[in-house]
T-cell receptor, first 113, second 113 residues
Framework: AQSVSQHNHHVILSEAASLELGCNYS??????LFWYVQYPGQHLQLLLK??????LVKGIKGFEAEFIKSKFSFNLRKPSVQWSDTAEYFC???????????FGTGTRLTIIP | AAGVIQSPRHLIKEKRETATLKCYPI?????VYWYQQGPGQDPQFLIS???????DKGSIPDRFSAQQFSDYHSELNMSSLELGDSALYFC????????????FGPGTRLTVT
């Protein structure tokens, strides 16, 4: 079974700072990787996804993530955060041919104006 | 664009009561997934359906059952409710064509008192 680790539980940044949230997964086969964002009191929204091809994927709202297969990592980045990026961020994975998502424990991001 | 609809949005039940949560997938989506998110926790996969058949099962208690109907909507039935069932229950849907991308509904917040 696959598992996902997000080592940063709570990150606090000032506006305009650069962001990188770590995500590592454990699975021996082919995986699909996702980052979801959950704004306070709202549902999960897909930020970006990686299925295959270019390991650097760009998502909505200026976010990007890089898949490094050798490190089993899929870190989320944004060069300049905004106050509106305050939210919970979940990394998720599913195995090729099995759609159920396994989520990491999430990273709470707080942006200080 | 149409999104996943869940009803009710909020539900308060007492211990040992039953609850039924409903999910209406995005039109032409044939797969439905149920996830449970406890307070401060990551979403946990419960169960999924494809073309009205159960396709996968996760950590769903025996007290819970679910089904998908001919119009592809799904219902999660929860009996003998316990305090620990208090959580946000998300439904997600996907299509076979893009089966690795799940679109989440707003969730039903169940409170068991």
């Amino acid at each position: 079974a696959q598992s996902v680790s997000q080592h940063n539980h709570h990150v606090i940044l000032s506006e305009a700072a650069s962001l990188e949230l770590g995500c590592n997964y454990s699975y021996g086969g082919t995986v699909n990787l996702f980052w979801y964002v959950q704004y306070p009191g709202q549902h999960l929204q897909l930020l970006l996804k990686y299925f295959s091809g270019d390991p650097l994927v760009k998502g909505i709202k200026g976010f990007e993530a890089e898949f490094i297969k050798s490190k089993f990592s899929f870190n989320l980045r944004k060069p300049s955060v905004q106050w509106s990026d305050t939210a919970e961020y979940f990394c998720a994975v599913n195995a090729f041919g099995n759609e159920k998502l396994t989520f990491g424990t999430g990273t709470r991001l707080t942006i200080i104006p | 664009a149409a999104g996943v609809i869940q009803s009710p949005r909020h539900l308060i039940k007492e211990k040992r009561e039953t609850a039924t949560l409903k999910c209406y997938p995005i039109p032409r989506h044939d797969t439905v997934y149920w996830y449970q998110q406890g307070p401060g926790q990551d979403p946990q996969f419960l169960i999924s359906f494809y073309e009205k058949m159960q396709s996968d099962k996760g950590s769903i208690p025996d007290r819970f059952s679910a089904q998908q109907f001919s119009d592809y909507h799904s219902e999660l039935n929860m009996s003998s409710l316990e305090l620990g069932d208090s959580a946000l229950y998300f439904c997600a849907s996907s299509s076979q064509i893009s089966s690795y991308e799940q679109y989440f509904g707003p969730g039903t917040r169940l409170t068991v008192t």
